[in-house]
């Protein structure tokens, strides 16, 4: 996902920057998925897009905003080239979204980013998500991306169009945490939980569903032992702790 505190990586742990590189963020706490893995979900994403976002995985990592313009003028020729391609505009979309005209920096080193909701690079994020999902609106990419972008910026009539784009696809892992995330933005927490188990029952990442449920649970004091387990299985499932605590 999104890594908040890269400084130095590349100096620190080479091997880890450089596989790092070969793989796009899916966002937040979801983790990086292997660019090939992405292209295999529907079908196969250009040498230009594929570039590209390997860029924005470095401009992640290692904030230069160079990188990310760089990524962003390769994915405009490419939306220029080839309009009606679904993949280039949901790319120019994750490249504009993240990247530093909305993502905006206010710390040197650039450590920590706050969000612009009315730059002209989420204005155009937006417009690019929505064409990715009128050429495919069984884009589940494109879904996931747009129920980021509407949940990062607070917006309720978004995050109702972001979730109506959700349920029209496979209720499953990822879309069911997107779905969840939205749920607890709007705060309907029933919707929350249930979306979180049943993520956590279909691929989706166990830690973060368990976390989720958490933060619905420990805000009841009647449900707080159960919020605090969750939590810990959160944490146990995330770093691997084994055997989880009973």
């Known amino acids: 996902g999104l890594i908040e505190h890269p400084q130095g990586l590349s100096m620190r742990h080479p091997a880890a920057f450089e596989g790092a590189l070969e793989s796009v963020a899916l966002g937040d706490a979801a983790g990086a998925v292997a660019l090939m893995e992405l292209a295999q979900?529907?079908?196969?994403?250009?040498?230009?897009?594929?570039?590209?976002?390997?860029?924005?995985?470095?401009?992640?990592?290692?904030?230069?905003?160079?990188t990310a313009y760089r990524a962003r003028w390769e994915l405009q020729r490419e939306v220029n080239r080839r309009?009606?391609?679904?993949?280039?505009?949901?790319?120019?979309?994750?490249?504009?979204?993240?990247?530093?005209?909305?993502?905006v920096r206010n710390s040197d080193p650039p450590t920590y980013w706050f969000v612009d909701p009315n730059s002209l690079a989420s204005t155009h994020a937006l417009r690019?998500?929505?064409?990715?999902?009128?050429?495919?609106?069984?884009?589940?990419?494109?879904?996931?991306?747009l129920a980021r972008f509407a949940a990062e910026r607070h917006d309720r009539a978004l995050q109702d169009e972001a979730d109506a784009v959700l349920a029209r696809l496979e209720q499953a892992g990822?879309?069911?945490?997107?779905?969840?995330?939205?749920?607890?933005?709007?705060?309907?927490?029933?919707?929350?939980?249930?979306y979180a188990s049943a993520a956590?029952?279909?691929?989706?990442?166990?830690?973060?569903?368990?976390?989720?449920?958490?933060?619905?649970?420990?805000?009841?004091?009647?449900?707080?032992?159960?919020?605090?387990?969750?939590?810990?299985?959160?944490?146990?499932?995330?770093?691997?702790?084994?055997?989880?605590p009973t």
């Open 83 to 103: 309009p009606d391609n679904a993949w280039a505009q949901l790319a120019l979309a994750m490249v504009l979204r993240r990247g530093p005209d909305a993502h």
């Open 200 to 244: 956590g029952r279909t691929g989706g990442d166990a830690g973060r569903a368990a976390h989720m449920r958490a933060m619905v649970l420990l805000l009841d004091p009647a449900t707080h032992a159960m919020g605090a387990a969750a939590y810990l299985d959160g944490v146990h499932r995330e770093h691997h702790l084994w055997p989880a």
């Open 128 to 145: 690019a998500l929505r064409r990715a999902l009128e050429l495919d609106p069984a884009f589940e990419l494109a879904g996931i991306e």
């Open 41 to 66: 979900q529907h079908g196969p994403a250009s040498d230009t897009v594929r570039l590209a976002l390997r860029l924005l995985r470095r401009y992640e990592l290692e904030p230069v905003r160079s």
């Open 174 to 194: 990822e879309v069911l945490l997107q779905r969840a995330a939205l749920a607890y933005e709007r705060g309907d927490l029933d919707a929350v939980l249930r």
